[in-house]
């Protein structure tokens, strides 16, 4: 919860003086974690989500489907080879939940960075248009000053 605070922070500092702010860049491994479990929720994001692991799974798969039968140590694949994969379904599913989460909190701190950014801007436009109506203003003065002497010669 202290990244939010820390970016609204930075969006507060940003609508008071928004031509201080530099837009931040965000990415992943900024908002990744430091403790260990942290950083072992890195590794098997990278290996779960890895199509070297997709690639590894499929051709086992087919070396067991035929490799079974040719050398004769499972004459009838399909019962233990779906039990052996059905196995680590559930962990893989919580690493993704786990990614999921992980996705989540680097794309809310992107979020409020970009939000800061907005933020000043915003405030940096409602300036210009301050600037913009106070030259309006002095223009119609300057009108009504020259319309109000006329021609002279």
Same mark, same amino acid.
């Given at each position: 919860?202290?990244?939010?605070?820390?970016?609204?922070? $930075?969006?507060?500092?940003?609508? $008071?003086?928004?031509?201080?702010?530099?837009?931040?860049?965000?990415?992943?491994?900024?908002?990744?974690?430091?403790?260990?479990?942290?950083?072992?929720?890195?590794?098997?994001?990278?290996?779960?989500?890895?199509?070297?692991?997709?690639?590894?799974?499929?051709?086992?798969?087919?070396?067991?489907?035929?490799?079974?039968?040719?050398?004769?140590?499972?004459?009838?694949?399909?019962?233990?080879?779906?039990?052996?994969?059905?196995?680590?379904?559930?962990?893989?599913?919580?690493?993704?939940?786990?990614?999921?989460?992980?996705?989540?909190?680097?794309?809310?701190?992107?979020?409020?960075?970009?939000?800061?950014?907005?933020?000043?801007?915003?405030?940096?436009?409602?300036?210009?248009?301050?600037?913009?109506?106070?030259?309006?203003?002095?223009?119609?003065?300057?009108?009504?000053?020259?319309?109000?002497?006329?021609?002279?010669?």
């Amino acid at each position: 919860m202290a990244e939010p605070m820390v970016s609204e922070a $930075e969006a507060t500092r940003a609508r $008071e003086a928004p031509h201080l702010h530099v837009p931040r860049l965000v990415l992943s491994r900024d908002v990744a974690g430091e403790r260990v479990l942290d950083r072992i929720a890195d590794v098997v994001n990278k290996l779960i989500g890895s199509m070297y692991l997709f690639v590894a799974i499929t051709v086992g798969i087919v070396a067991w489907l035929f490799a079974g039968n040719i050398v004769g140590f499972d004459k009838t694949p399909w019962p233990l080879l779906l039990t052996l994969l059905n196995l680590p379904q559930l962990s893989i599913m919580i690493s993704l939940q786990v990614s999921a989460n992980r996705a989540q909190r680097a794309s809310d701190a992107r979020a409020m960075a970009d939000h800061a950014t907005l933020v000043a801007l915003h405030e940096l436009s409602k300036k210009q248009v301050q600037i913009l109506d106070g030259q309006n203003k002095v223009l119609d003065i300057l009108e009504h000053a020259v319309a109000g002497a006329g021609p002279q010669a």
